[in-house]
């Protein structure tokens, strides 16, 4: 077994009877009493995600300030800079408060930091750059800010205020901003607390047009603020947040939005992808995202930035080209030094002693080192932080495991540190000095006091229930279907089917046969099973065995069939 399972404990009662008020199967009521929709009101709302559901967003932490100082500038005319941040996050709502702000009658300006030279947020490079290049005593931080403290208070002692617009974890003593929206301020509403910024973002513009129209403004009775709704998807599910709540709303009509998206550069974006509708989380995740994030990583989130803003084809063509051409090389920078970290980390891995892995060179391109991150990870499951070295200053980005808090570990190691922020489960930071093997030992050593139990070390697989292959019909997995949009959060079915057998010998496939087409059978119902990177023969599964799988629709040649995702298996209890 490679993972750890757990099966969600069987609620039958309490499944029967919401299958029989909502219409549903057993099997997928069970699956909303696992991930917590606790009540039939919310079960209602979950199954059929609407815009309307969505909270007032003045209700946000300071929304009522940000969107106040901001009447004032559009009133007195005042230059606004956007402070945004290089990733897709960061680049979708800088475009939505562009659009959003320009379109309700602000002037606006945007500066997008230098991932190589400026770092991230609002450093003293970057935020030095930015009013060399824009006259402003206003900015509106997007993406960053909650963690800038010092610079904000110079800012402040200098004439200039900054609208803080944010969810990451926020600096003790918080940044003197003239608004401070984030969901993590005391007294957010549940609501808000896992939005990203381009969901920030979206209820930022829809607070500006609620005011807009009490207070008779033309532009805001005409301005539709779903149009913003294919960036906000966008940068929801690239930047890995919780699939739940007003995400869960936000990511449903952005991914509808986006398949007939008018915006030249998503449909520029969307060719070079070979990308066509239907548009899910999967094609956001892992083809559209990567292309826009290769800008930031390897020369200017610039590049990005005037993709979305384009104003037709002949413009947006040529950048689309050029970013698929960036992520292509992103992609052979990544695989020499995944390769390269690999090797140090297999040499040295003992799985009792490193429960933080920590590795750096001065040679390992900063831009990629996230990825880097997140792969070596997915093979050992341990919190990685890689670091590489741009100039005089290392620059390190960090993937975590749950249990253990990584932007909590680098502030306790903050006295290392020039810089540092992020979540629970993603973090970055900068140091002056080469402190990788001191850093190493003392996360090492906080990782040991978080999770003192063996068993925390490995990934665990959840299961949602026992199901025989005869209940996986066709009806039955398009039902499940009603879960989508899955991904953090609310997470694909996973199921357990006991005592199946291979029906006729497995198919090997893929240029290097590294993955594994089965037909498992309990002897009165056959699925066809695909096993993805399923290893060497040893792991393969053999005589009567339990199967932990997810079902999906394959669709091929205009016929649509179950196909089971192996996840694991074991010998039959």
């Known amino acids: 077994m490679k993972y750890r399972w757990h099966l969600a404990p069987e609620q039958a009662l309490a ?13 997928l009521a069970q699956c909303l009493l696992n991930r917590g929709v606790a009540d039939e009101g919310r079960a209602r709302l979950f199954l059929e995600p609407r815009l309307k559901q969505l909270a007032d967003p003045v209700l946000l932490p300071d929304m009522d300030r940000a969107v106040a100082r901001l009447v004032r500038a559009r009133e007195s005319g005042e230059t606004l800079v956007v402070f945004g941040d290089y990733d897709v996050d960061g680049v979708t709502s800088s475009v939505i408060l562009l659009e959003g702000l320009r379109g309700l009658g602000w002037r606006v300006e945007c500066y997008l930091p230098h991932r190589l030279e400026e770092g991230y947020g609002l450093s003293r490079e970057a935020v030095l750059n930015c009013r060399q290049k824009f006259a402003t005593r206003l900015l509106l931080a997007v993406d960053c800010g909650s963690t800038a403290t010092a610079v904000i208070t110079e800012l402040l002692a200098e004439g200039v205020e900054v609208i803080v617009l944010d969810h990451h974890q ?3 003593p918080p940044p003197p901003a003239a608004a401070l929206v984030n969901p993590r301020a005391a007294g957010a509403g549940a609501a808000f607390t896992e939005l990203s910024a381009a969901g920030l973002a979206f209820k930022l513009i829809h607070a500006v047009v609620k005011h807009g129209r009490a207070a008779g403004w033309p532009a805001a009775a005409a301005w539709d603020v779903r149009g913003a709704l294919d960036l906000a998807a966008l940068g929801t599910v690239a930047d890995l947040v919780p ?26 974006l969307l060719a070079v992808a070979d990308v066509a509708p239907p548009i899910g989380v999967y094609e956001v995740g892992f083809q559209l995202a990567p292309r826009l994030n290769a800008a930031g990583r390897l020369e200017t989130a610039t590049a990005a930035l005037d993709l979305l803003l384009a104003a037709g084809p002949a413009a ?3 950048v689309a080209a050029q970013l698929d051409a960036w992520n292509r090389e992103r992609q052979r920078i990544e695989r020499a030094i995944a ?3 690999m090797v140090v980390v297999r040499a040295k891995f003992d799985p009792a002693r490193d429960w933080v892995i920590v590795e750096g ?4 391109h900063v831009g990629v080192v996230g990825i880097v991150a997140s792969r070596v990870l997915q093979e050992f499951h341990r919190p990685a932080l890689i670091i590489g070295r741009e100039g005089a200053e290392w620059r390190g980005s960090g993937r975590s495991i749950p249990g253990f808090d990584l932007a909590a570990g680098l502030r306790a190691c903050g006295d290392l540190l020039t810089r540092h922020g992020g979540h629970a489960l993603a973090a970055g930071l900068s140091m002056v000095e080469d402190h990788v093997a001191e850093l190493r030992g003392r996360l090492n050593g906080l990782a040991r006091t978080a999770l003192p139990n063996a068993a925390d070390w490995q990934p665990e697989l959840r299961l949602d229930a026992v199901a025989d292959l005869r209940e996986l019909d066709l009806a039955r997995v398009v039902e499940l279907d009603r879960l989508q949009p899955t991904g953090p959060g609310n997470p694909p079915p996973h199921l357990l089917v006991r005592g199946v057998t291979q029906a006729r010998p497995l198919l090997r496939m893929g240029a290097e046969k590294q993955h594994v087409k089965l037909w498992v059978t309990d002897g009165a119902v056959t699925h066809e099973a695909v096993w993805w990177r399923a290893g060497g023969a040893e792991a393969l599964p053999v005589g009567r065995f339990d199967l932990a799988c997810a079902p999906q629709i394959n669709d091929y040649n205009n016929r649509q069939t179950v196909q089971l995702k192996v996840l694991d298996w074991r010998p039959a209890e």
């Open 15 to 27: 499944a029967a009877a919401w299958a029989a008020r909502l219409g549903i199967s057993n099997l």
């Open 170 to 172: 926020i600096a003790q």
């Open 243 to 268: 699939l739940t709540g007003e995400n869960r709303i936000l990511v449903t009509a952005g991914l509808e939005r986006l398949a007939v998206t008018t915006r030249a550069g998503l449909r520029a």
């Open 316 to 318: 947006a063509g040529p």
């Open 339 to 341: 390769d390269e970290v």
């Open 361 to 364: 060179s001065p040679d390992w």
